[in-house]
């Protein structure tokens, strides 16, 4: 098993920043992929970032890239997201999600992971 806590989240002005994170604790000696996902009021959980085991590797959705960037401190156990340039559209609460696999592929659907957080509160509001 691997429990994940998502932090960070919080109320933020049209084209600020904040940055996410996702702590995994217990079965993280395996190799895991994460993800972050979001789901904004009566829409679906969507896709929005994910990064291999390693770091090597990354991949965005359509609506965030160039603005939102992915990382991970395998030290740490931690994976950030880093959002800049937030538009009220990203209003959603947003999950961490992993995976224990060293594939170097990247799993865009929800059902490719196993573990999931309780999710953050990320509201873009003037």
């Known amino acids: 098993q691997v429990q994940l806590v998502e932090s960070g989240g919080g109320l933020v002005q049209p084209g600020g920043s904040l940055r996410l994170s996702c702590a995994a604790s217990?079965?993280?000696?395996?190799?895991?992929?994460v993800g972050w996902f979001r789901q904004a009021p009566g829409k679906e959980r969507a896709f929005v970032a994910a990064?291999?085991?390693?770091?090597?590797?990354?991949g965005y959705a359509d609506s965030v890239k160039g603005r939102f960037t992915i990382s991970r401190d395998n030290a740490k156990n931690t994976v950030y997201l880093q959002m800049n340039s937030l538009k009220p559209e990203d209003t959603a609460i947003y999950y961490c999600?992993?995976?224990?696999?060293?594939?170097?592929?990247?799993?865009?659907?929800?059902?490719?992971?196993?573990?999931w957080g309780q999710g953050t509160q990320v509201t873009v509001s003037s």
């Open positions: 217990g079965r993280t000696f395996k190799p895991y992929g």
């Open positions: 999600a992993a995976v224990n696999s060293d594939a170097v592929r990247i799993r865009e659907r929800a059902d490719e992971y196993d573990y």
């Open positions: 990064i291999i085991w390693s770091g090597s590797r990354t």
